[in-house]
């Protein structure tokens, strides 16, 4: 009903008493269209007759009613005036429309500052769940992580099911920025479960989204792209912008990856002309900006490459006002004064196409001047790596040693199971059985004749880490150990050292012995010798 309609409507109904009214409004049973002309002639009919207490009731009334979004700031503006209890507790409604409204603009500092206020007055689980989104959009996914573990069993029965399975999506994504990969494909997939078997299909492909992502960050490139092929077409047709810039985003990189160069570039292209419409971008997805510019940097095409150069340095802008935490694994492979250096330069050269003396002079400086930044920082590197190397040759042997059992309530997981399977581990790493390339949680688990869950569990809990990491660091140790004393092995190639360590490929162990020593295996082993010829 337009509302000029419903204006008219409502000056007809002002003549009717304030319980036939509200009577009238109960029978709406919150149908919004409904509501409106009502609520609109509660207040015309209260401010007629300057009764304050039935004005704010009209007020009231219209939170539910269409028209509400136009009516919160006088809805705040009334009831913070009243002391009656009741009411003031209507007041985290309109905050809480407000939120929305602000997080819906993308405006995540006035959203979270209308939640607070109606955390303060309604402290329910929708109001806390909100703030949990927010942090985790600000890189707080372990405070998100907690709350989102109290909204699954809040919200796990059949009235709010959907808001369940929406937990359930969140609960993945914030694992996997957590890089705990098993316990968000343990949730992506129970999320998929859940919604086959309610029948909820609309929500399907948004956990296929979360596992196609997490499938990206444990390596299985293919097994990505396939998937978010499967279901692109149902962000497009469903135009969930925010959800389809992640969809390219992953389709990009997947591709990438198994060298698809062109549906690549495609896809990361759609990525920023879907941020511009959005006016927002999740600072994980800035990588796909540094490919957009190597790749024109490669073409020669000077033009593309100042468009993304422009674009990536808008965006950084953005980020550092928007968040104070950005994530540590977002590295830059351009940080901020060397790409404005570059689009200085960029922008000269595109100026003056013929060279001259000045533009030489120019470019000849700052070659020098980028010369003696790397020369700077490749010594300060150096020394760094140094410093990390002493620090690997100092650590103690790790021994295997049994774990004794505490808080084994938290894991939900009988006691003689957790130590049944502590001691299976304990004889696991004594036997260095982890150096077997084939072993995955799946074979470990039935070589444990347990179950993948709570294997993954219990290495989650007692080893503070997932099953990939517990793997490779184990490997890596085991690998530093027998280059510092064997030095035979200390002559074998890349390839043959993470062969015998259970790496199955050269890539994989490098990128291992990088996380867990900061520093690259040949460094290590090209300073393994060093040390030695100086002992």
């Not at 007809?12 to 304030?18: A, E, I, K």
């Not at 507790?89 to 819906?104: D, Q």
């Not at 003056?352 to 000045?358: C, Q, R, V």
């Not at 490098?510 to 040390?531: D, H, W």
Request: aromatic residues 12%.
């Amino acid at each position: 009903m337009p509302r000029d309609q419903i204006q008219s409507v409502s000056e007809s109904l002002t003549s009717l008493s304030f319980d036939t009214l509200k009577i009238r409004i109960q029978n709406c049973k919150k149908d919004s269209t409904c509501i409106a002309p009502y609520a609109n002639a509660f207040i015309m009919k209260a401010k007629k007759i300057k009764d304050t207490l039935n004005w704010l009731k009209g007020y009231k009334y219209h939170l539910y009613s269409l028209e509400r979004i136009n009516y919160t700031d006088s809805i705040i503006q009334l009831l913070s005036t009243t002391t009656n209890e009741k009411l003031l507790y209507e007041l985290s409604v309109p905050y809480y429309i407000k939120a929305e409204r602000y997080y819906e603009k993308r405006e995540y500092d006035a959203a979270l500052t209308n939640y607070l206020k109606s955390k303060e007055l309604s402290d329910d689980m929708d109001v806390n769940f909100n703030i949990a989104i927010i942090k985790a959009r600000f890189g707080h996914y372990k405070e998100a992580l907690k709350m989102y573990k109290k909204a699954e069993q809040f919200y796990n029965n059949d009235n709010t099911f959907s808001d369940y399975l929406i937990t359930l999506f969140a609960m993945g994504d914030a694992y996997r920025h957590l890089e705990q990969l098993d316990s968000a494909s343990y949730y992506n997939n129970l999320g998929y479960k859940e919604s086959r078997e309610k029948n909820t299909k609309k929500l399907l492909p948004y956990f296929i989204l979360n596992e196609a992502a997490t499938d990206y960050d444990k390596g299985n490139f293919q097994k990505s792209y396939d998937s978010i092929q499967k279901i692109l077409p149902d962000f497009i047709n469903s135009k969930d912008v925010s959800n389809l810039v992640s969809c390219y985003y992953f389709l990009g990189m997947a591709a990438q990856h198994l060298d698809y160069k062109n549906e690549s570039i495609s896809a990361l292209k759609k990525v920023d002309s879907l941020t511009l419409l959005l006016n927002d971008l999740e600072p994980e997805y800035r990588k796909g900006y540094e490919i957009l510019i190597k790749h024109f940097q490669l073409k020669e095409d000077p033009y593309g490459e100042l468009k993304y150069v422009k674009r990536l340095l808008a965006i950084d802008s953005v980020l550092n006002t928007k968040y104070q935490v950005l994530s540590k694994r977002l590295v830059k492979e351009y940080d901020t004064p060397l790409l404005l250096e570059e689009k200085e330069q960029l922008i000269s050269s595109l100026r003056n196409e013929k060279k001259n003396f000045s533009t030489y002079l120019f470019i000849s400086g700052g070659v020098i001047l980028l010369i003696t930044i790397y020369v700077i920082w490749s010594y300060r590197k150096q020394r760094q790596y140094k410093k990390r190397l002493e620090a690997v040759l100092q650590r103690e042997q790790r021994k295997p040693q049994q774990i004794p059992l505490s808080k084994q309530d938290d894991l939900d997981i009988r006691p003689e199971i957790i130590k049944d399977i502590n001691s299976k581990l304990y004889a696991f790493e004594k036997n260095k059985e982890f150096i077997k390339s084939e072993i995955s949680i799946q074979s470990l688990a039935a070589n444990f004749n347990t179950n993948t869950r709570y294997l993954s569990k219990i290495i989650n809990f007692y080893k503070d880490k997932n099953f990939s990491n517990y793997i490779n660091d184990l490997r890596i140790n085991y690998c530093i150990e027998r280059l510092k004393s064997d030095k035979q092995f200390r002559k074998y190639t890349i390839k043959a050292i993470a062969q015998e360590c259970g790496f199955n490929t050269s890539e994989s162990f490098s990128n291992a012995f990088l996380k867990n020593t900061e520093i690259k295996p040949s460094f290590f082993i090209k300073n393994m010798e060093n040390v030695n010829r100086n002992s």
